[in-house]
């Protein structure tokens, strides 16, 4: 089955680090970049984060310095480190099949998402 499923969401205070995983199956990972992006309350999907099968990420520059993707080919995972969280970074974060460009496109797989909530 194709697929891709998030994990590691929570609730934390302002300043404190969570890290999200994103578990690929059913397809040959190795060949695609993976994006997260994510959704706040009352707003459209945003892009934050992707990275290339050699493991370079790219993000957008609220979170530069602050989140780090990485990415395990041989077990098709890729791991979102966010660090100093603050309470704009409160949405449900999304693992997308593709990069940037893909996610613009519009047309993309992506997981059920996890719950990142940071409180002031």
């Known amino acids: 089955q194709v697929q891709l499923v998030e994990s590691g969401g929570g609730m934390v205070h302002a300043g404190e680090s969570l890290r999200l995983s994103c578990q690929a199956s059913g397809f040959s990972f190795i060949n695609w970049y993976i994006s997260w992006v994510r959704q706040a309350p009352g707003k459209g999907l945003e892009w934050v984060s992707d990275?290339?099968?050699?493991?370079?990420?790219t993000y957008i520059d609220s979170v530069k310095d602050r989140f780090t993707l990485s990415r395990d080919n041989a077990n098709g995972r890729v791991v979102l480190q966010m660090n100093n969280l603050q309470p704009e970074d409160t949405a449900r974060y999304y693992c997308?099949?593709?990069?940037?460009?893909?996610?613009?496109?519009?047309?993309?797989?992506r997981g059920q998402g996890t719950q990142v909530t940071v409180s002031s």
């Open positions: 990275i290339d099968n050699t493991g370079t990420g």
């Open positions: 997308v099949r593709g990069g940037r460009n893909t996610f613009l496109q519009g047309t993309y797989l």
